[in-house]
Structures are given as structure tokens and as C-alpha cells.
């Protein structure tokens, strides 16, 4: 019987977005159970500061870096390909995505607003947070479901689960169709990301191949006081995350410690969604 399920030794992890706010967690909760991780994103020098970082806490021969477009699947293979050079990928997180802040800007119209919308972000945020899973998933979940093993996990939101609460970006100086909120398209996506983890879980099952999904709360990131008072009254635990706070559950997804879970989606929010 395997006595440490959470040994990473000789396993490879992708993930997406790793120059994001939370990227640089997920690859360093990995790193420390021994994973070799290949971190990828769009932006060059992001990339390298985080590498950096993460070379400073583990050996460099554990850290890889790869520019890569989610939302191109020749960017994709290219990615592949030369990591394949190196050894498979058994394990991705499909964390990439686009995050649209809420902050008013005194517009007569304030284009956040479903009513303005522009079409040209619910395409580009769908195809990046959306489209760039099932790409990242078609092409390394294929691997994997062939090699007869392999773990995706999808980084989701507990807006995947619960509306957003509009009234935490309301000012009050600003009138209805002003008011900035929170875009339809993080909703539609993070909501759809669990239909993708549920589908390619069952698709994959007999292949060895476990699909999960991550939904994350509110992370502390500097935000203004009057938005954290408003959103920790709506956590019952009362803070908002801390960035390292989700390292665990990264373990847990990614290893055999959960070994006999799929196709389920983790919220890790304080609370807030069952309040």
C-alpha cells in the first residue's frame, strides 16, 4: 500500500496563467510534494519574475517556464511539443484567465453594465478563460487519457456557484446606469468551467483520466477598505484569503490523496456561498 499519497516525485504539472495572482501558489503547493512544474502564460516577463521567485524556494530543475497563448492551439502544441521532449505532462490546471477589476470611471455609461457590454470582451474573455481550458484540456487530457492517467483541475470561483453581490461595488455619488459591477462574462465562464469538468470527467473516466474543479473565494490582493468591509460581512468566517490559503487543496486535487474523486467542484470561500 502507497504510504504517502501526496508524493509528487516524478510527476509533471502545466499550469496555465501562472503569472497570475494565484499561479505562483498553485505551482509552488506542487513543487513542495516534488513535482517538476512547467509554468506557462502569455506574458514573457511576468513569467520570468515568477519563475524567479519560485527558484529561490525550490531547485531549478523542478521549475520550467513556456510562453504560451491559451487561446491558440498552434501556441499549445508548440508547448507540447517541446515539453514532451522532456517528459509528459500528468497533471494540468487550467487557471488562465481574464479577471475584469470594477472600477467606475465616470463614463456616462458605464460598460461593465449588461445593458453595454461590448461584445468584443465576452469573446475575448470567453476565449481565454473558457475556450482556453477546453484547448489546454483537448490537447493534454488526450495525452493523458491514452497513457491511461492523468489529473486536469480547472480553477473556478464561488461565482461558479452564487451570483455576484452587485451592491459590493456600488458608490453611492454615481447613478444607476454609472454604476460599475461585476461583468456577465466571469459568471458565464466560471459557471461553465464546472459543465467542462463534469463532462470531460465522465468522457475520461474509464481512461484513468480525474477531472475537478477549484472554486476560490475572494483573495486579499490590496483592494480598497469600503470593498473589503462590504465583502467580509458577506463571509462568515469574516477575512477574505490569504494567497497561500489554497495550497492544500491544490495537494489534495492534484495527488492521490484523491485519488477516488471526479467530476466534483471544491468552493473554498469562507463560507460565503452556504450564508
Keep these: 500500500m502507497k504510504s504517502n499519497y501526496y508524493d509528487l516525485k516524478g510527476k509533471t504539472a502545466l499550469i496555465t496563467g501562472?503569472?497570475?495572482?494565484?499561479g505562483k501558489e498553485h505551482a509552488a503547493a506542487l513543487a513542495a510534494l516534488g513535482a517538476t512544474v512547467v509554468l506557462t502564460?502569455?506574458?514573457?516577463?511576468?513569467?520570468?519574475?515568477?519563475?524567479?521567485?519560485?527558484?529561490?524556494?525550490?531547485?531549478?530543475?523542478?521549475?520550467q517556464t513556456y510562453v504560451m497563448d491559451v487561446t491558440s492551439i498552434t501556441s499549445i502544441k508548440s508547448v507540447q511539443e517541446q515539453v514532451n521532449n522532456n517528459g509528459q505532462i500528468d497533471i494540468l490546471i487550467n487557471n488562465a484567465a481574464i479577471d475584469?477589476?470594477?472600477?467606475?470611471?465616470?463614463?456616462?455609461?458605464?460598460?461593465?453594465?449588461?445593458?453595454?457590454?461590448?461584445?468584443?470582451?465576452?469573446?475575448?474573455?470567453?476565449?481565454?478563460?473558457?475556450?482556453?481550458?477546453?484547448?489546454?484540456?483537448?490537447?493534454?487530457?488526450?495525452?493523458?487519457a491514452k497513457r491511461g492517467y492523468g489529473v486536469i483541475l480547472n480553477i473556478a470561483s464561488d461565482l461558479s456557484i452564487i451570483a455576484p453581490?452587485?451592491?459590493?461595488?456600488?458608490?453611492?455619488?454615481?447613478?444607476?446606469?454609472?454604476?460599475?459591477?461585476?461583468?456577465?462574462?466571469?459568471?458565464v465562464i466560471k459557471?461553465?468551467?464546472?459543465?467542462?469538468?463534469?463532462?470531460?470527467?465522465?468522457?475520461?473516466?474509464?481512461?484513468?483520466?480525474?477531472?475537478?474543479?477549484?472554486s476560490p473565494g475572494g483573495v486579499y490582493n490590496n483592494q480598497g477598505e469600503e470593498f473589503v468591509t462590504r465583502l467580509t460581512n458577506l463571509i462568515p468566517m469574516g477575512r477574505m484569503a490569504n494567497r497561500d490559503e489554497y495550497r492544500g487543496a491544490i495537494q489534495f486535487l492534484c495527488s492521490d490523496a484523491s485519488r477516488y474523486m471526479t467530476g466534483q467542484n471544491i468552493a473554498i470561500d469562507g463560507g460565503r456561498s452556504v450564508w
Design 18 to 22: 501562472a503569472a497570475g495572482l494565484l
Design 100 to 144: 475584469p477589476k470594477v472600477n467606475a470611471d465616470n463614463n456616462l455609461v458605464e460598460v461593465s453594465r449588461f445593458e453595454h457590454f461590448p461584445l468584443s470582451q465576452w469573446n475575448f474573455q470567453l476565449e481565454v478563460g473558457l475556450t482556453g481550458a477546453f484547448l489546454c484540456s483537448q490537447a493534454f487530457g488526450t495525452d493523458m
Design 191 to 214: 459557471t461553465a468551467l464546472i459543465g467542462l469538468t463534469r463532462y470531460l470527467a465522465t468522457y475520461w473516466a474509464d481512461q484513468g483520466v480525474r477531472v475537478n474543479a477549484l
Design 41 to 63: 502564460d502569455i506574458s514573457k516577463d511576468n513569467l520570468q519574475n515568477v519563475a524567479q521567485k519560485l527558484k529561490t524556494e525550490f531547485s531549478e530543475e523542478q521549475i
Design 165 to 187: 453581490d452587485q451592491r459590493l461595488y456600488q458608490k453611492p455619488e454615481l447613478s444607476k446606469v454609472q454604476q460599475p459591477v461585476k461583468p456577465v462574462t466571469y459568471s
